[in-house]
């Protein structure tokens, strides 16, 4: 993708996923969940953001499946998921 928007959009969404995952793991997540559901909150908007984004973006459509049926390209989200 060349669009500048779409990329600085991914970097918020991978930077929003390191701080909740950092939050998530956190000695002090065991006293108190709410700083890591709010971190949470944060990397489901910046993820948000890019896919609305993507859906009007004419750089992101080249990327797409075009096909109903086609697969989808895994997400960040996803890809560190199967990961772990």
């Known amino acids: 993708m060349d669009c500048l928007i779409c ?10 996923w390191s701080e909740y995952i ?10 108190s969940t709410e700083l890591a559901a709010y971190k949470n909150v944060d990397m489901e908007r910046a993820n948000s953001d890019l896919e609305e984004h993507q859906l009007v973006c004419s750089s992101a459509a080249e990327v797409r499946p075009s096909a109903p049926g086609a697969a989808k390209e895994p997400t960040t989200r996803q890809q560190i998921n199967e990961k772990n």
């Open 7 to 16: 990329k600085d959009l991914e970097r918020v969404v991978e930077s929003r």
């Open 22 to 31: 950092e939050a998530r793991f956190a000695a002090y997540y065991r006293v």
